[in-house]
């Protein structure tokens, strides 16, 4: 459901179920509040053994961040994250790497760095409980904690 059903979908319980007035303040706000500043979240795919950024994933990075425009920045979490193939240490270093990696690229594309909480994960629920590898890990997690600058 996106975020106007939602508004709407809420906006609508309120008036139909005739809730008590503190409970319709939640909807009025929710309808005035700018959602250009809610957290925005984006995942950033690697190629095995690397920590290097293509341009499609620098793109990505770009927009990410500019989404933050016009909006105060709470924080920004960076979690970089590897497969099992390989040793659990470097795999380690390997997510840090592609953590510093978009971290420096989110900085050059304005965010500012003192908000930023950089972490690795290494290999940690890389292998699904029947013993497959997930692929899927060779990633850092992006999350930008915005609020309005009112």
Known sequence: ?????????????????????SGCQT??????????????????YFEPDSATLGPEA?????????QAAG???EGVDVVGLADAT????????????RA???AQALTEAGLPEAAFDTQAAGELNAVRPDGVDRPMRRRVDIRLRLSSPD
């Open 1 to 21: 459901m996106n975020r106007a059903t939602t508004t709407a979908f809420t906006a609508g319980v309120c008036i139909a179920g005739a809730l008590v007035l």
């Open 27 to 44: 909807w009025r706000e929710s309808l005035t509040r700018d959602s250009r500043c809610d957290p925005v979240s984006a995942e950033i």
């Open 58 to 66: 620098r793109g990505l990075i770009a927009a990410t961040a500019r």
């Open 71 to 73: 909006c105060t920045v």
């Open 86 to 97: 390989g040793a659990p240490a470097a795999n380690l270093t390997l997510s840090q790497a």
């Open 100 to 102: 510093a990696t978009v």
